[in-house]
């Protein structure tokens, strides 16, 4: 498994190093850690090309400090991975997204704030964009409490009988998750279309049994395969909106990460990035793996 690990410093950065050890990685893989420097934001009114090779030169330095140190974290967390460094000079987040383009990696992962000269945002701008453009899934890490009494992680997988879905369901599966480890699987059935708004596939299935009940049947089989996997299971099947069934449930239940599919069924037709995961990632309190198909 190849991992992507963008780091800036910040205390959100640092919140998704610790939040590695809750991600079930294998016990072998390769992780890159890259820090990105921005030297424009710095420059004052004037400036010259000196100034800016200048600012640039220590930008890098700083860069390169931050990637190798967050690089040590990890190796100490991940013993038997190859973990390398490495730094540049651009903007944050079309660095990690050219980076991911290049090394091809199975995960990306952000914190959900950044350290940017731009701002703050509900979903820090970088995380945002890192999300929406980069090929392969991406986790927002998120700090969560330490101590809690339990030895395993709690996972909420949201299912929806999508392809997307159910890549995100094998992904928790072949995961490594310690002991005691718990999933819960919710699929939320929304209120009911016109039938000749459904896909051909999916009108006889609606004919001859209510969505509660189709949805049921998926959810145990979902259930299943993630009990072959070793996770005690339990599932969730209710009506309402699914961005905020999710969210909702997941901090009632103190869920340590949420995974959703990149894409999923909407009465709006298909989108690029679904409207259920970016809502998700934006507002869970717990940290959102978005999982795409391999290529």
């Not at 780091?7 to 990105?36: H, K």
């Not at 145990?220 to 961005?243: F, H, I, M, N, T």
């Amino acid at each position: 498994m190849r991992v992507l690990i963008a780091y800036d410093g910040s205390a959100c950065s640092d919140a998704a190093l610790d939040d590695i050890r809750r991600a079930g990685l294998p016990e072998e893989g390769e992780a890159i850690v890259l820090s990105v420097g921005t030297a424009w934001p710095l420059l004052s009114e004037g400036a010259t090309p000196n100034d800016l090779a200048a600012i640039s030169h220590e930008e890098l330095a700083r860069a390169e400090t931050l990637s190798a140190r967050a690089a040590s974290r990890v190796r100490a967390d991940l013993p038997a991975w190859r973990v390398t460094s490495e730094a540049v000079i651009d903007s944050p987040q079309w660095a990690i997204v050219q980076k991911a383009d290049a090394w091809q990696p199975d995960l990306v992962v952000v914190g959900s704030h950044g350290r940017s000269a731009i701002g703050r945002a509900i979903l820090g701008s970088v995380s945002q964009s890192v999300l929406t453009h980069v090929a392969c899934s991406v986790r927002i890490a998120r700090r969560r409490p330490i101590g809690r009494g339990r030895g395993g992680v709690r996972l909420v997988i949201g299912v929806d009988g999508s392809v997307e879905s159910a890549t995100a369901v094998s992904a928790v599966a072949l995961r490594r998750w310690p002991a005691g480890s718990e999933a819960r699987v919710v699929a939320v059935v929304e209120a009911p279309e016109p039938l000749m708004t459904l896909p051909v596939s999916a009108r006889v299935t609606w004919v001859c049994d209510s969505p509660h009940q189709w949805v049921t049947r998926a959810v145990d089989r979902v259930a299943q395969e993630l009990r072959d996997a070793g996770l005690s299971v339990s599932p969730l099947v209710c009506e309402g909106d699914p961005k905020r069934v999710l969210v909702d449930d997941s901090e009632r239940w103190d869920a340590d990460c949420i995974f959703v599919g990149a894409k999923g069924m909407s009465r709006l037709d298909r989108f690029l990035l679904g409207s259920v995961s970016l809502a998700v990632a934006v507002r869970a309190h717990c940290s959102v793996e978005v999982v795409r198909q391999p290529s």
